[in-house]
């Protein structure tokens, strides 16, 4: 597909049934292979947003194109999880089979693939995350990073050209972190982060969309909107320690 | 937070080594037979060679004991009622009942527990059991553990508030309200589940690869304990 990663979002507005909007107008474009920051304060609307653009909510108002497909019309939703990626805030969502080895192959059968081609998937994705030789542990027993990374594993198993991740560095301690920070880095495709660590998003981010109410309310390169100190404030956030 | 049926299974014996499938298939087979038992001899019979299985399995004593205090406080009220109500007819009713659930209860560890849960789902999806059922139970089986660690949270929240457990209505009540908390929570954790699965191509469909590979042992195995259950039913039919 030649706009593979590409991501355009026009008047997106999504709300929950017998609550205000979520998202009031969300406007934005994304290249491929751009690193994206999506910050704001609790409640502003981030997860719904990565939601709406992987096809799991129904969107109705606005126009969305996520690597050349529609999420609002079921034939090309259905192709979303071939090009979309999610990596969820809290990885007990997301792990749920017996074994490491099941929980990364659970993308890779649903999309039909060979038993063979579903081995070397999963092979290649924890080597990738750097858990060779966990794939017949019980996932529930897995420290916090390592639960984070079988999550990311199971994502990367579909080799997705645009990569969601929401609160990734939530439940990390410092090591965890670090370690995530540099597999960040060399996992190609679009990323777009949803995250209060702004530390972190200065790390990876060339640029970052403010979030609040449902509004984009800033969209710009990351340290000039991180550094502003008076945008971060009236969005109830704060200039990273590094830019201070 | 463990996994007990998996930890089970990581004991070696040679019900481990049989092919699931085959094992869920003698499980079938005996089960039936165990239900239609009438005599309380051949309840007996059937008892002692479910005994044997578990023996054959290698559980822990204590895993065992435990599973079968269980049962029979399950069953007890029915052991003392039945003799009471019927004499001697209803005291020797009471233990066959009670030895027919020992032995459905045997059979089901000694061919389940012996094997990891996923591969008991993968085995039953293997041979029929539609895939919505195999699927409901492995999240129950998973999630029923994340059920748990929440709700020890929230009593060691409650506890750290200075509650007590006692006998009165602000107790009963603090234990209704977590419940409540516990199956919102619940209903909130399913959702997200759901979007985790949908983002990753889920469509109802269940999906499996399936490892398994038959041996000679295996099939003869499967093929012994439908007949010793055949042989039992019949041999029920002819004494009655």
Not at chain 1, 148 to 173: H, I, K, N, Q, Y
Not at chain 1, 201 to 223: I, P
Request: hydrophobic share 50%.
């Amino acid at each position: 597909m030649s706009n593979d990663g590409d991501l355009s979002v026009v008047g997106l507005t999504f709300s929950y049934p017998g609550s205000a909007p979520a998202l009031r107008g969300v406007t934005f474009e994304i290249a491929a292979g751009e690193v994206v920051g999506l910050i704001g304060p609790n409640g502003a609307g981030k997860t719904t947003l990565f939601l709406c653009l992987a096809g799991v909510l129904p969107v109705r108002d606005g126009r969305l194109s996520v690597c050349g497909l529609n999420p609002a019309l079921p034939d090309e939703r259905r192709k979303l999880p071939l090009h979309v990626g999610v990596v969820f805030q809290n990885s007990d969502d997301q792990l749920f089979n017996a074994t490491v080895f099941d929980d990364v192959a659970f993308g890779p059968l649903n999309l039909g693939l060979s038993p063979d081609e579903v081995r070397s998937r999963v092979t290649e994705s924890l080597a990738t995350v750097g858990l060779s030789g966990f794939e017949p542990r019980v996932p529930f027993h897995l420290a916090g990073g390592e639960k984070r990374r079988v999550a990311l594993a199971g994502v990367l198993a579909m080799r997705p050209s645009v990569l969601f991740l929401d609160e990734p560095t939530v439940f990390l301690d410092p090591r965890g972190r670090r370690e995530l920070l540099s597999l960040l880095t060399k996992i190609p495709g679009t990323k777009m982060i949803a995250t209060h660590d702004l530390e972190f998003v200065l790390a990876t981010c060339t640029r970052v969309l403010l979030l609040e109410s449902g509004k984009v309310v800033a969209d710009g390169q990351t340290r000039a909107i991180l550094a502003d100190a008076e945008l971060m404030d009236a969005h109830g956030l704060e200039v990273p320690p590094s830019l201070k | 937070m463990t996994l007990a049926f998996d930890a089970l299974a990581t004991i070696d014996s040679p019900l481990a080594r049989i092919d699931p499938r085959w094992k869920l298939a003698a499980l079938a087979s005996s089960l039936v037979a165990a239900s239609l038992l009438r005599d309380s001899r051949m309840v007996a019979v059937l008892l002692a060679f479910s005994m044997g299985l578990v023996l054959a399995a290698r559980f822990t004593r204590k895993f065992l004991l435990t599973r079968l205090g269980a049962v029979l406080l399950f069953f007890a009220p029915f052991a003392i009622i039945l003799p009471i109500q019927n004499g001697v007819t209803g005291f020797y009713s009471a233990i066959t009942l009670t030895a027919r659930a020992l032995s459905i209860i045997f059979l089901a560890l000694a061919l389940v527990a012996t094997s990891p849960f996923a591969d008991v789902v993968k085995a039953a999806q293997a041979i029929g059991v539609p895939s919505l059922l195999t699927r409901i139970a492995l999240l129950s089986y998973r999630y029923v553990f994340l059920l748990a660690d929440d709700f020890a949270r929230m009593r060691t929240s409650i506890i750290a508030r200075g509650f007590r457990n006692r006998t009165n209505r602000h107790s009963y009540s603090t234990i209704g309200r977590v419940t409540g908390t516990l199956f919102v929570r619940s209903a909130e954790r399913a959702e997200r589940v759901a979007h985790a699965m949908a983002c990753r191509g889920f469509d109802g469909r269940c999906r499996a690869m399936n490892g398994f590979h038959t041996r000679l042992f295996d099939i003869v195995f499967c093929v012994a304990i439908t007949a010793v259950a055949a042989i039992l039913v019949i041999s029920d039919r002819l004494i009655q």
